[in-house]
């Protein structure tokens, strides 16, 4: 009786995760068949679901706007971004996990709330400062920008993971003479190696997505994917497949790559909470 | 280890951020305090503190204070409750439970300006619309969501894209829960929901700690959803405090009010900032 009662509630949990699942990701596969539809068939009333597939929107793309151009631009900045900000993080977080003194607490706390300001509090000087300096429509520019904003949490991320490894294990290779870098070489990376994927991963997918700074102190040079899509929007806003195409073809690298890491990031998300 | 060392070590972040905040910092309050018109360079001087009058008196002042906070709590309120109810659905074996979680989590990495546009044009638009043309099927007054309903919109696209944060975050955690705990309870005769309350919900506390924090931070200055969907209209229904600096800035090209407006939400912001770490400050840094 009690089996025969969690069994149809089980069925019912499960029925409940597809159909979530089914709402949840219904407007991307929207956006991903209006894309393959002419502009008559995208705003046809009512909405067609069976139809001829048509690849023109993504020809039309691609002769109006250099693709891979952007995509380059996307992929090196977020990467880029990525790589400086975990360069200058490790170092600190170790330092903050295992030699953390009294204001290691307001330090990170700081760093967290220096997120909190608002762009565009800050958009006037950045741009002076990126045009005296001859940045402005530069990759390096966005690379810069892109590891600041990613620092606090990065850091942060880190500094739990770091938290996580036993001190006995540090003091053991301390005492058999591990030097500092030996230590976060052979023992902090391997033992944190998931925490340290999934934050990067997490930076690469802000970064991807970060759309304020790459459309104010870019244009067709350092110009990103967020930057390619704004530019269809508003005049373009009409055409809606047009708009699906190139909003599928600027997301898909990033969704691919979030499935691809999707268990590394269900895994590394942790933020220290495992004890 | 050597404590200079130590210092070495957080030097460069600490000597980055301290730069990337100070430098823009002191040049925004710097400009808030003269007359600096982008389309007036030859009037300029100082002006006290006039341009935070004229920011504070703003008519769309009050309402994108309100806004601002109105955006953050409701998007944190719904994403925390059905990414919780979420990660309890697929913490568990059944069949079909990657491409379950693959389909729920792909939101997050869908960016924020197609996220807006695709809710515009493609569900709220009035016309052709997909909630439109259902409302129309059931016989109903297609609504126009973004002009009657612009927070509301706004809200649900932005809830649609966090919610697998949330989501994410949670399942972390839950798959994290001792199962031994949850057995020996279920033994001694804890019903499903005593055990949800009281043991994996304290479970969860500082999963829902970092929740709140992170989307705190990205929700205080949401800017790419208003500025493609709503602009801040109709009126100043939709505007929040970055959209308004934005405009004060560039539609209006008056980066003395734009920049007394920065600051006005810098100060905002450390006093959320300051009110959370109070809050929940302790259960993220043990």
């Known amino acids: 009786m009690i089996a025969g009662k969690s069994k149809s509630l089980n069925y019912l949990r499960v029925a409940a995760a597809w159909t979530a699942a089914c709402v949840m990701f219904f407007p991307i596969f929207w956006m991903i068949l209006t894309s393959f539809k002419t502009e008559l068939q995208a705003i046809s009333v009512p909405p067609l679901v069976v139809f001829e597939p048509t690849l023109e929107n993504f020809t039309v793309v691609q002769e109006r706007s250099d693709y891979m151009r952007y995509a380059i631009n996307s992929i090196f900045t977020s990467f880029g971004g990525t790589l400086l900000a975990m360069i200058v993080a490790i170092p600190a977080a170790y330092a903050m996990a295992f030699f953390g003194g009294r204001f290691t607490k307001d330090i990170l706390m700081w760093m967290l709330s220096t997120k909190m300001l608002p762009a565009v509090g800050v958009l006037m000087p950045i741009y002076l400062i990126a045009q005296k300096a001859g940045l402005l429509d530069t990759r390096t520019a966005l690379v810069i920008i892109f590891a600041m904003i990613n620092l606090p949490i990065i850091v942060w991320m880190l500094f739990s993971y770091f938290r996580e490894i036993p001190t006995e294990i540090l003091e053991a290779s301390r005492i058999d003479g591990a030097r500092l870098f030996h230590e976060l070489r052979y023992i902090i990376l391997p033992l944190t190696r998931g925490g340290i994927v999934s934050t990067a991963l997490l930076s690469i997918v802000l970064c991807w997505n970060e759309a304020f700074w790459s459309i104010n102190l870019t244009a067709s040079d350092a110009g990103t994917l967020t930057a390619l899509v704004a530019s269809y929007s508003s005049p373009e806003g009409l055409f809606w497949a047009k708009l699906s195409a190139v909003s599928t073809l600027s997301c898909a690298p990033i969704v691919v790559f979030g499935w691809f890491c999707q268990k590394q990031l269900v895994q590394g998300l942790t933020f220290g909470a495992v004890k | 280890m050597n404590k200079n060392l130590v210092r070495l070590l957080q030097a460069p972040s600490v000597l980055m951020l301290l730069l ?267």
């Open chain 2, 20 to 286: 990337w905040m100070l430098v823009p910092l002191s040049m925004t309050i710097y400009f808030s305090t003269t007359r600096y018109n982008l389309l007036y360079p030859e009037r300029s001087g100082f002006v006290g503190f006039s341009n935070y009058e004229f920011f504070l008196t703003d008519p769309a002042f009050v309402p994108a204070v309100l806004n601002t906070l109105l955006l953050v709590g409701s998007i944190l309120v719904i994403t925390v409750s059905v990414g919780l109810i979420l990660a309890v659905l697929v913490d568990h074996k059944f069949p079909g439970r990657g491409i379950v979680r693959v389909m729920l989590i792909s939101p997050f990495f869908i960016m924020p300006t197609v996220n807006a546009l695709l809710w515009k044009n493609m569900f709220m638009n009035p016309v052709y619309g997909l909630f439109a043309v259902v409302s129309g099927f059931l016989g109903l007054e297609p609504i126009d969501w973004l002009a009657d309903f612009p927070m509301a919109s706004i809200i649900v696209m932005i809830s649609w894209q966090w919610i697998p944060f949330a989501l994410l975050i949670f399942l972390t955690s839950l798959q994290s829960q001792d199962q031994e705990q949850l057995e020996a309870a279920e033994l001694d005769g804890a019903n499903a929901l005593q055990r949800f309350f009281y043991l994996t919900l304290p479970h969860l506390s500082r999963s829902l700690a970092v929740v709140i924090m992170i989307q705190t931070i990205f929700h205080l200055s949401i800017f790419a959803e208003i500025f493609v969907t709503t602009g801040g209209g109709p009126g100043y229904d939709s505007t929040n405090l970055a959209f308004l600096i934005f405009s004060q800035a560039l539609l209006q090209f008056d980066a003395g009010v734009a920049s007394a407006g920065g600051v006005f939400a810098i100060i905002l912001a450390n006093i959320v900032a300051l009110f959370l770490i109070r809050l929940i400050g302790k259960s993220l840094v043990i």
